[in-house]
């Protein structure tokens, strides 16, 4: 019998894992990738006897899939995937090709324009706390796709881009996390919300009666838009605004999980700060509620769960100035939940690689909170004309090392340095994590 051709574009850790995979499940595998695949990953596909070639595409051995695997970082305006398209040979994605594979294990799949990291990880802590064997992948960590291949699990905890659920068709968690959606991504979606928005809505489309659907309640966005995308899923809203008869809310500084095992918790209690967290907390106790973690297991595990590194992440204090990496902040509504949470004066560290800001979205927070702003990018005009009426002090600079001195410079004791950028890092940094390393490595040399 002849093996299904299936071929793989892009050589990072979603198509290489998808590449695993599919080895695995005998499918005859071809990896493409325009640009360069990284060492490790070129001794994976070699060892595995999977073809591969990269710094560019060759059409004959491509179109002759049966199927193409699209890693989540090619747009569908890319050449090749149009000539794909019109040859009507179906793409999916990584999350579709791992759904086949995933046998009777569960998925709680994690989505949202903010706060999907924190919440995966606290889910994933709380589930490993309550003694499952679980893993955490997807936007984070290992792809689900190797997981499967390699140690597969009765649990996975998925994070889950836009981009990753663009090209799902039957993928389906057991219990998905919608956190918020806000505008972010524009420049992938042709500069409209309600094309993001459609992405966001699609880790709900397949689910069923037996399946549980987590959201806020009080994002205006999700709320809108909760009519025109029907699910068949159990409704399990969060909100601090009111209170909620299943799910979970925040009434007198207490949160309240309305499922079989009801918890009741203060807010002092949550080891993760800030406003923002209590709404990532509240979804991650309903989650592994709904999964049969014990109330006793997710207190345990709320309190003492420690932040993640290049999240509201505490560096240094230098001669009285408090230093923080906010490097994952790639949206301006990130930027805002970590200035909402600062109660010194801030200087503040912006910008990147702008993915269709408007930044009169954080102008008033800004006002309010920022003394001081260190623009750090290539392209720095649109940070100066938004903010140039409500901040005295607004300074160029081309590096992380840069960006912190001029930051402590602009300082006096008592102040807060806050990298929170508000874009992405691809025009100094490799990604987000360079940018925060670089930053931290600043901080430590003043």
Partial sequence: ??????????????????????????????????????????????????????????????????????????????????????????????????????????????????????????????????????????????????????????????????????????????????????????????????KYITA?????????????????????????????????????????QREMPKGAYIKDDHMHVKQADQLTMSIFDFALKGKHNQYNTMAAAVASSVVGIRKEKIRDAVSSFESLAHRMEKVATVRGVEFINDSKATNLNSAWFALESMEKPVILILGGVDKGNDYKLIKDMVAEKVKAIVCMGLDNSKIHEAFSEVVDKIVDARSAAEAVKHAYALSIKGDLVLLSPACASFDLFKNYEDRGDQFKKAVKEL
């Fill in 1 to 194: 019998m002849l093996k299904k051709r299936m071929v793989i574009l892009g050589g990072g850790e979603s198509g290489v894992g998808a590449a695993l995979l599919c080895k695995q499940q005998g499918y005859d595998v071809f990896l493409s990738d325009a640009g360069k695949i990284k060492d490790h990953y070129k001794d994976e596909l070699e060892s595995n006897n999977i073809e591969f070639e990269s710094g560019g595409h060759t059409g004959a051995k491509i179109l002759s899939a049966y199927e193409v695997m699209k890693s989540p970082g090619i747009p569908s305006s890319n050449p090749i995937v149009k000539e794909i398209l019109s040859l009507h040979i179906p793409i999916i994605s990584e999350m579709e090709l791992a759904y086949r594979y995933k046998g009777n294990s569960r998925i709680i799949g994690i989505t949202g324009s903010n706060g999907k990291t924190t919440t995966s990880s606290l889910i994933y802590q709380i589930c490993k706390t309550g003694g499952f064997n679980c893993a955490l992948v997807g936007n984070i960590g290992n792809s689900i796709a190797r997981q499967i291949t390699t140690d597969p699990k009765p649990l996975y905890v998925v994070e889950i881009s836009s981009f990753q659920l663009d090209d799902i068709i039957s993928f389906r968690p057991d219990v998905a996390v919608l956190t918020n959606i806000t505008e972010d991504h524009l420049d992938r979606y042709e500069h409209d919300f309600e």
């Fill in 200 to 240: 966001k809505f699609k880790i709900v489309k397949n689910q069923t009666e037996h399946d549980f659907f987590i959201y806020n309640a009080d994002d205006p966005v999700t709320v809108k838009y909760l009519d025109q995308y029907p699910f068949n899923s159990k409704p399990l809203p969060i909100s601090m």
